[in-house]
């Protein structure tokens, strides 16, 4: 099944052997685009090769994921997620919208940050049984078709009611990452819209991360992107660009969530 959701973002090292690796974003059926961003899916071959180490930095979103027998509802991760890939495996996965598992469930996606849950408590009984059909299918193998058609199935049957919080966050989320001038959370704020202490209430309530941890989070993902460049692109000029107040300050966000310094990634990637 081919891709037809765009590149991921927040993969830090974005090149394993495709040999060994497949990787597959597919979008939603047009009736659930506003609670689910995509669906996922890694698959692995590396039987006689070394383990692979992936790292990334995470959405402001819920991911269902179905690997090794089980499943799990996930929020956003506040660091560097890493995971050790090895031997054959696969794993499937629903990304929910920012904002969009929230009406699923009605209680603060803030309870799932940093944290995983059983979909059973969550959703209920029924959640299980499609995590029964799903670990049927085997998600080391390419039937990606039929997961998704069961997920779809699912979700259908638990539309949520139309919520005017859903759309006010989401469109806060998509102007967050396509306007790079939204530097801090007051540039959210508009004339009659919500205020400071409101937009707070309601990612925490509905992402699950307040605002300031969104905007960072794109910021930090662009500048990955930017450093895999060649050649990468000049600090102070990079830092400027991304909002912020003077180099430093980039250099001690980005190392203390990636792990390195931006120059250091930057030879990294290179490599």
């Not at 930090?220 to 830092?239: I, K, M």
Request: with cysteine.
């Amino acid at each position: 099944m081919e891709s037809n959701a765009g590149k991921p973002r927040g993969l830090l090292y974005p090149r394993p052997d495709p040999r060994h690796f497949e990787h597959v974003r597919v979008l939603p059926t047009e009736d659930l685009r506003p609670w689910v961003e995509h669906f996922w899916a890694v698959r692995w071959d590396l039987r006689g090769q070394p383990p692979y180490l992936q790292q990334s930095l995470s959405h402001p979103s819920v991911h269902w994921a179905f690997q090794d027998g089980t499943s799990r509802v996930g929020g956003p991760h506040p660091g560097r997620f890493s995971i050790t890939l090895e031997g054959l495996g696969g794993v499937f996965s629903i990304k929910f919208r920012p904002g969009g598992f929230f009406p699923f469930v009605g209680t603060p996606v803030s309870a799932l940050t940093r944290r995983t849950a059983s979909p059973g408590a969550l959703l209920g009984p029924e959640a299980l049984e499609l995590e029964a059909a799903i670990l049927a299918t085997d998600v080391a193998r390419g039937a990606d078709r039929e997961r998704i058609a069961l997920a779809e199935a699912f979700l259908r049957a638990r539309m949520p009611a139309p919520d005017p919080n859903v759309a006010l966050v989401q469109g806060l989320v998509t102007r967050i990452l396509e306007d790079r001038a939204v530097t801090k959370v007051e540039d959210l704020l508009t004339p009659g819209g919500p205020g400071l202490r409101t937009l707070q209430r309601l990612f925490n309530r509905y992402v699950g991360v307040n605002p300031k941890w969104v905007i960072q989070r794109y910021r930090l993902h662009e500048a990955a992107e930017r450093l895999r460049e060649t050649p990468p692109p000049e600090l102070a000029r990079l830092a400027q660009e991304l909002g912020y107040f003077d180099q430093a300050h980039f250099i001690r966000d980005f190392r203390r969530i990636v792990g390195c310094t931006p120059a250091g990634y930057a030879r990294q990637v290179a490599r």
